[in-house]
Each structure stands twice: as C-alpha cells, then as structure tokens.
C-alpha cells in the first residue's frame, strides 16, 4: 500500500494544525465537536486513495465501477508507463495511460480528451478551461494534469456493448461468430497494434484460450467485463499455462 501524495499529505496536516489552533481559540471543542483523530484522518486519506476514479462503465455492461482504478492504481500505471522517469507522458503513453484508467473509445477520442475537447457536454469545456487543462497544443501530460482530464471527462459514454457487438459482427462478415485467425489477422496486421502474445492474453483472460471460433455475442460481453475488472498478471499466467 502507497503513502498518500507528499503535496497532498502536507496540505492536509497543514489545514489539520490551522482547525486545531481555531478549535482550541473559539472553544470549538468544548461545544461537541469531535477532537481530531490522527487515526481518522489517515483512514481518510486511505479511503480517497483506494476510491475509484475510472472511466464510466460501458453501456450494457452489467457492473457498477471499473476496478483497479483508484488514485493508488492511476499512480502505478503512470509510474509503469513512464520508463524514462520524466514525470510526465507523451501522447502515445498519455493514450496508455488513460486506457489504464478503463477508457476503452477510439484514439481519436482519447485525444480530444487529452486536449481539454469536452465538446459534448458544454459545462465540461467550461470546466476543463477552468482547471486549465484545455490546450490543443500539448504534447505531455503530468499524472495530476491527466487525473484533472478524467474527471473532467467522467460525463462522456465509454463505448458500448452493442458497438463492440456490431464491430466484431463487421470483422467476422456478419456471422455469429468469428474464428481466431481471423482475429489475429486484424489484430497484428497494424504495426501499434497487438502483437500475438497479445492477442493470446487477451483470449486467455475471457476464458477462450484454446478457442478456435469464437461467439460474437459472447466475446464482447466478456471482453467488456474484463476491461471493468481486469485480470493480474499472475492469473493471466495461470490462464495461459
């Protein structure tokens, strides 16, 4: 378990030692107002860090949260993902980053995001220009600044069943279902996308490893709750063993 954020912790104690001072000069204390508790406070500070702050859950997708999308989380997939240790992500990781979180739409919709569009609500854009985080020109993004973008971003759908469902039905010529050659074909065809390992990952954590055809209907259901509740790396090697 990670310690709260120095900065966060510091203003935190900080504001603590200024109620304390008033509480002891207006006799706060003596009129029912419960004396701080530093054990209190610290189970504040672990409950705001294991909170969930991903993205929204897909339509038809029956759970109520992404998993594994608490401040904690979003700090360790930065943290990953920031090989150099530069305290900050270029676009492509930014993309990694924010898919991290759960978000699983189109690039081009994960850069209207990263440059502060909110276009479909317009108290977002009012919101994102607030938090100064509306900037088409930015090329990185610091884990606060990307936080900043998901929240702001929290009212956007993330996809659906139906549109993973009518994707995959495309790819596999409107069949009910889909063969994994035909899979891997698409998948590792470009150059960023998945490499077969991958692909096999993926496959291996929906419980369809050895498969050979695949039902449409049902991959997308469960691809789509994996991506709410993701698989360790320990259990997708116990899957693919």
């Not at 706060?28 to 860090?49: C, H, I, M, N, T």
């Not at 991903?54 to 594994?68: E, F, I």
């Not at 069949?175 to 960023?192: C, V, W, Y």
């Not at 469960?222 to 259990?235: G, Q, T």
Request: with cysteine; aromatic share 4%.
């Amino acid at each position: 378990i990670r310690s709260p954020p120095a900065r966060a912790l510091w203003f935190g104690r900080r504001s603590l030692a200024k109620r304390r001072a008033m509480m002891s000069k207006s006799g706060e204390q003596s009129q029912g107002v419960r004396p701080f508790s530093q054990e209190a406070y610290l189970a504040s500070q672990k409950a705001d860090l294991n909170a969930g702050r991903g993205a929204p859950v897909p339509k038809g997708v029956d759970r109520k949260s992404m998993a594994l999308t608490s401040l904690t989380d979003g700090k360790v997939a930065f943290e990953m993902i920031d090989e150099k240790r530069e305290g900050l992500l270029d676009r492509g990781q930014a993309r990694c980053w924010l898919r991290a979180m759960g978000w699983c739409v189109l690039d081009a919709e994960l850069d209207a995001m990263l440059s502060g569009d909110a276009s479909e609500k317009p108290s977002a854009s009012r919101t994102a220009a607030r938090m100064g985080i509306h900037n088409p020109e930015r090329t990185k993004w610091g884990l606060n600044q990307l936080l900043q973008i998901n929240d702001a971003n929290a009212h956007r759908q993330n996809s659906s069943l139906k549109q993973l469902q009518a994707a995959l039905r495309r790819l596999s010529n409107n069949r009910a279902r889909i063969s994994r050659d035909r899979l891997s074909e698409f998948t590792t065809s470009d150059a960023d996308g998945f490499s077969e390992l991958d692909l096999s990952q993926v496959l291996a954590a929906v419980g369809s490893f050895s498969s050979k055809q695949l039902d449409v209907d049902q991959l997308s259901v469960k691809v789509l709750d994996r991506i709410c509740d993701p698989p360790s790396m320990a259990e997708l090697a116990d899957l693919g063993s």
